[in-house]
């Protein structure tokens, strides 16, 4: 525990880029791994230990699951650029208040959410059609979810404590141990213990507080200038705006793009539950194959926060263009391994064999969409850092959810079927990289929005 507690922060103001960049975003991309096998587990032991309509049980809770991580990411990237111009600034005085207004905050949110989250399980399943053979199961669920928020709250927050400090390694390690600890107690309670989807959840929850303990204890004890201190512990307002200005814009930006997908899943959820199995199979496999965008994206916002901290606005401009290319490559690589083996990806969520079919027929379809997706998010993730989240939260809304979702309602009143459905993703993604270029390349504001320097 004494090697944890070194100081292991980055000063990304000088230095190679792309060694920066990859150096830093090598361990988000493992620790991003990692979380994605919270819910991969509880897919894969609930798929072959309960059943299919268990699978379709999880699925169903994904879309609202990934709207509430989506937006507590959303707030933290508040947190995150703050803390990171501060450290790029050498403003440790405002960088320690920064910290402690972000732990406030996070645990005034994690009771509010408890609360309203348990209390409209019923409703959110219902708005999104839910199979009444898998509703109970998708209910209990959720709602055990619901209860264990504040863990996946408050880790998201302290580790992006850290990641603004350019620290993504001891997350990494926190991140490694819970998620074995989780898939223990997933096959303890669920495959030994014969508790069904609920043994899942809870092997879920209790791995998660454990990563939230570990990760406050972690910033409790360090002898940094972002030490978490209970005595410190309040809002410092003019701080609390600046988190809100950048936070809250991007919060509503993820949270609603995420809820847009529970009406996605809405339509999905019309065909018959083999292709609802099929689709949570493909999403599952998606959500691994988006990490190295995700962890790329991530790396860009500190980088270019730090930078701009700094007053280093050249040096920001021209990582974003290194990222591009880094996304482009790794992406193109990703996809040959993707179309080959997608029956067997497919199949280590369920051996049925229609819904193997269908997921592996929902990967080859949407899979090259990701060099779009590759694009938009390096331009998000440089906008982020730079504080201009309510430019690239009009841009996304636009794309994720008001166009996809006329998109969706057209081509499937027009008799357009599954393949409609199926591309209604890639359809945003293409429009949102479009926005985004045109927005970034012609815009006079686009990295100059919100810094610590206002």
């Not at 960088?95 to 399980?121: D, R």
């Not at 209910?139 to 880790?155: P, S």
């Not at 705006?241 to 814009?249: H, Q, T, W």
């Not at 193109?332 to 269908?358: C, G, H, K, W």
Request: proline share 3%.
């Amino acid at each position: 525990m004494a090697s944890m507690l070194r100081r292991k922060d980055t000063d990304m103001t000088a230095g190679s880029i792309p060694r920066l960049l990859i150096s830093f975003a090598i361990p988000l991309l493992i620790g991003n791994l990692f979380q994605q096998l919270y819910n991969t587990v509880d897919s894969v032991v609930v798929g072959n230990y309960v059943g299919k309509e268990a699978l379709a049980a999880v699925g169903c809770t994904g879309p609202v699951i990934n709207a509430l991580v989506s937006v507590f990411i959303g707030l933290s990237t508040g947190s995150t650029v703050v803390i990171a111009q501060y450290f790029g600034a050498k403003d440790f005085e405002k960088l320690s208040q920064a910290v402690h207004t972000t732990i406030l905050l996070t645990l005034a949110t994690c009771v509010l959410l408890t609360v309203v989250g348990v209390l409209a399980t019923p409703a959110m399943l219902r708005m999104m059609q839910t199979p009444e053979d898998v509703f109970d199961q998708a209910a209990e669920y959720l709602r055990i979810f619901f209860c264990g928020i504040t863990g996946v709250h408050l880790y998201n927050s302290c580790a992006a404590i850290l990641r603004a400090v350019g620290d993504s390694t001891r997350p990494l390690y926190l991140l490694i141990f819970c998620t074995l600890t989780n898939t223990v107690l997933d096959v303890l309670f669920t495959g030994f213990l014969g508790i069904g989807i609920a043994g899942a959840a809870w092997a879920t929850v209790i791995s998660q507080f454990l990563s939230a303990i570990l990760v406050m204890r972690l910033l409790l004890r360090t002898d940094a200038d972002y030490k978490v201190e209970l005595s410190k512990l309040r809002i410092d307002l003019p701080i609390l705006r600046k988190i809100c200005l950048i936070g809250i814009p991007s919060a509503v930006q993820m949270g609603i793009t995420s809820l847009s997908n529970v009406f996605v899943q809405s339509y999905v959820n019309r065909f018959e539950s083999t292709i609802l199995a099929g689709w949570t199979a493909y999403n599952r496999v998606d959500s691994f194959a988006m990490l190295p965008m995700m962890s790329l994206s991530t790396s860009i916002t500190t980088f270019i926060g730090q930078n701009l901290g700094a007053g280093n606005l050249d040096r920001a401009k021209k990582a974003v263009r290194i990222g591009v290319v880094m996304g482009l490559v790794s992406m193109t690589i990703l996809l040959t391994p993707l179309m080959l083996f997608a029956p067997q990806l497919t199949r280590l969520f369920n051996s049925d064999s229609e819904v193997v079919r269908y997921g592996s027929w929902f990967i080859r379809v949407i899979s090259p969409f990701y060099l779009a997706f590759a694009i938009n998010q390096v331009y998000l993730g440089a906008l982020r850092g730079a504080g201009n989240t309510r430019s690239s939260m009009f841009i996304c809304l636009s794309s994720f959810v008001v166009f996809r979702q006329i998109y969706l309602f057209v081509s499937y009143r027009l008799g357009g079927g599954l393949t409609a459905v199926a591309l209604g993703y890639p359809a945003g993604w293409v429009l949102c990289t479009i926005l985004l270029l045109l927005y970034y390349y012609l815009g006079k504001n686009a990295m100059t929005a919100v810094t610590v320097r206002d």
